[in-house]
């Protein structure tokens, strides 16, 4: 995301309803315009925008891979999006699908997807290190590390949002128009007996606390 888009963004908070994030998004919007030499002509109309759903063509059962659903919910509240699941008619397995405005969905589902690529690159090795287990260690194995990701992700999350918002007032606010789809949809939990591993679950952790969109995003010229 370039400094014109990351004005923009503000600017469309700075209509939020909330009068302190809306001052708020307004003072800083207007700092980085300054710091950029640009002026409020060199943005366009912000027209009103329709959410958008990306399905991620990313799969899950209830007995495998699950923390998927997971680590979405921790991931898309933070880029102002909404998530849910979806399941074909007598398929067992889900797809991860994100809602929200389509800059802000979009992001969601790269950071997303890199995020799972990370788990997953993990999993890959371990089962590589582990040829002859059993399926119940080797899943125990894996979800105790993925749950120690999503749990480190989430404080890391919990910390930058602390931070935005003792120095702006900001936090990522999930839209009414995006939250609505998934009222009134019921909770899916997950059908696993595996058992908690927690030097598996502490490297999770760690890993969940260290990583960071930020290079991917930079390397692809988007931020």
């Known amino acids: 995301m370039n400094i014109k888009d990351k004005i923009e963004k503000l600017l469309r908070l700075s209509e939020s309803p909330n009068e302190n994030e809306a001052k708020a998004a307004l003072l800083k919007a207007r700092k980085l315009m300054m710091e950029h030499k640009l002026s409020e002509a060199d943005f366009k109309v912000l027209e009103k925008q ?3 759903k990306i399905e991620t063509g990313i799969y899950f059962t209830k007995k495998t891979n699950y923390w998927i659903t997971q ?3 921790v ?4 880029y102002a999006c909404n998530n849910y699941m979806n399941k074909k008619y007598r398929k067992k397995s889900h797809q991860a699908i994100i809602y929200g405005f389509k800059e802000d969905a979009e992001l969601c589902e790269r950071v997303f997807k890199y995020a799972v690529d990370c788990v997953m690159s993990w999993i890959k090795e371990l089962k590589k290190s582990m040829r002859g287990q059993t399926a119940y260690i080797i899943n125990s194995y894996v979800d105790s590390y993925a749950q120690g990701f999503i ?3 989430k404080e890391s999350y919990d910390e930058q949002t602390e931070e935005n918002e003792q120095e702006w007032g900001l936090v990522a606010v999930v839209p009414p128009e995006v939250k609505a789809v998934t009222d009134g949809m019921k909770p899916v939990y997950p059908n696993n007996d595996t058992f908690f591993a927690s030097e598996y679950y502490g490297n999770g952790f760690m890993d969940g606390r260290r990583f960071s969109m930020e ?4 390397s692809e010229g988007t931020v």
């Open 50 to 52: 329709e959410p958008v």
């Open 71 to 73: 680590l979405l919910t």
């Open 75 to 78: 991931i898309a509240p933070n």
């Open 151 to 153: 749990d480190g992700l």
């Open 215 to 218: 290079k991917r995003l930079e």
